[in-house]
């Protein structure tokens, strides 16, 4: 019987955590930040893991004091304009290896390069910071 209640714990606090997930989909920046620390830590509380719990209010006290959304936009920008960088960077020198006639393999190899850089820029720029 204690482990039909544990997997019945187990599949509500994953359907909480769906519902959270949910619910944080609507919130942006520092309040997401804020909501995705506190399911964490109710859920470390319902556990009893009193280090996770200790971390996590840590953690919360620490955006409380510290989080600004206009620094995480700037943050993200920044990572954007990275991850473009290194996609133009990528295209250049891929240009370059077709434009030398360079072996297959090298090609072959900077163009899934290439792929990567824009899918990591695609997934950024998709993000909300």
């Known amino acids: 019987m204690n482990r039909l209640a544990t997997t019945a714990l187990t599949l509500l606090l994953a359907a909480a955590s769906v519902g959270a997930s949910a619910a944080d989909t609507q919130l942006a920046g520092c309040a997401a930040k804020r909501e995705n620390i506190r399911?964490?830590?109710?859920?470390?509380?319902?556990?009893?893991?009193?280090?996770?719990v200790a971390g996590l209010t840590r953690a919360l006290d620490?955006?409380?004091?510290?989080c600004r959304d206009n620094t995480?936009?700037?943050?993200?920008?920044?990572?954007v304009l990275k991850a473009q960088a290194k996609v133009n960077q990528t295209e250049r020198s891929l240009r370059l290896a077709q434009e030398a006639n360079k072996q297959p393999k090298k090609i072959a190899k900077l163009e899934g390069k290439l792929e990567k850089a824009r899918a990591d820029l695609a997934a950024l720029q998709a993000q909300q910071p």
């Not at 620490?62 to 510290?66: D, F, K, R």
């Not at 995480?72 to 990572?79: A, C, I, M, P, Y």
């Open 39 to 52: 399911s964490e830590l109710r859920l470390a509380q319902e556990q009893g893991l009193a280090d996770k």
């Open 62 to 66: 620490e955006v409380n004091a510290h």
């Open 72 to 79: 995480l936009v700037e943050r993200h920008n920044k990572k």
